[in-house]
């Protein structure tokens, strides 16, 4: 019983079927937000859904130089982490008591993997453009990582726990860390990062489709190429819910608090696509600059202000 109901988690709700459903909505709001600055329209709420079907019945190519297993296998990799984050994440926060220890961690590790699969599978495409995109995305990933796991920190010292359920619980008890100075300060940390970790302006730089035409996506083709956009939708749901998780109490999803749950993930998704739309790509010597230089120095001052009590 155990197992099946493990399998109905990770494949239904809050799983597979659950997070790639709000992660094709929450495209939606990006490209409806983006439109309203441009002054236009936007799309329907269910192009993203047409989108995915469209490319799943598109040809699949594979490069003639290409690792073919590799290649084919890093999007499925990249997807099954991205949802087996998402369901530890809501897990945690629908039911605190099946956290277990050091569960923020392991999701934090868990969504490097996306990243990960992306070098590797831009790396086995054999494209030259590609493998710059993967050498990029490295360098980013590298670049972000320390500064979003010291602003993490900040709220891990205040749980006094590493456990979703601790954290939780204390910014139940205690208020919202992000009404903090030094949650403040890491917060706004977590939303640069998270920004990186999305792909999204001014971090698309692994992508760049000025400059590299897609970079390490631009041989991805129909079946293949609908997984790594699912991907990356789910990631743009999961980043600001683990945000959330972090500073902003979490989700609760009993009476009037289920719409400020709601409204807390909207606003946070709001901040990102206008960040997005607001900011030009930077290049990856900028980036690196950025995330080691202001958000470093911001994010250690928050962990220190987090332990003087601030």
């Not at 809050?14 to 937000?33: E, I």
């Not at 130089?65 to 949802?83: D, E, Q, S, Y």
């Not at 831009?122 to 590298?142: D, H, Q, T």
């Not at 590493?162 to 706004?188: C, K, P, V, Y």
Request: glycine letters at 8%.
């Amino acid at each position: 019983m155990d197992a099946a109901r493990y399998l109905i988690d990770y494949l239904i709700f809050p799983g597979f079927l659950f997070t790639a459903v709000v992660g094709l909505l929450t495209t939606w709001v990006d490209r409806k937000v983006t439109a309203r600055v441009h002054w236009r329209v936007g799309p329907p709420w269910y192009q993203p859904f047409a989108d995915t079907v469209k490319l799943l019945g598109k040809e699949v190519i594979v490069p003639a130089g290409a690792r073919k297993t590799g290649f084919l296998l890093m999007p499925v990799v990249g997807l099954a982490a991205a949802t087996l984050a998402s369901t530890i994440l809501w897990k945690a926060n629908l039911d605190p008591g099946s956290s277990f220890i050091g569960d923020s961690i392991v999701v934090l590790y868990i969504m490097t993997i996306p990243a990960i699969a992306m070098i590797l599978g831009a790396s086995a495409s054999g494209n030259p453009l590609a493998i710059l995109g993967g050498a990029r995305e490295m360098k980013l990933l590298f670049a972000y990582e320390l500064p979003l796991v010291i602003a993490m920190l900040t709220t891990v010292y205040k749980a006094g726990s590493f456990s979703f359920e601790n954290i939780l619980g204390m910014q139940a008890a205690s208020g919202q860390f992000l009404g903090s100075f030094s949650g403040t300060l890491a917060f706004i940390v977590a939303i640069f990062c998270a920004q990186a970790k999305c792909s999204i302006l001014p971090f698309d730089i692994a992508e760049a489709e000025t400059e590299l035409a897609g970079g390490a996506h631009i041989e991805y083709s129909g079946a293949p190429y609908a997984v790594v956009r699912l991907n990356m939708a789910i990631m743009f749901f999961i980043v600001p819910v683990f945000i959330v998780t972090m500073f902003w109490g979490g989700f609760t999803f009993v009476g009037w608090k289920i719409l400020t749950s709601i409204l807390k993930y909207v606003a946070i998704i709001v901040i990102m696509v206008l960040i997005k739309n607001t900011n030009p790509r930077v290049r990856i010597d900028q980036a690196v600059r950025f995330f080691w230089g202001p958000m470093l120095v911001l994010s250690i001052i928050a962990l220190i202000l987090a332990v003087l009590g601030y």
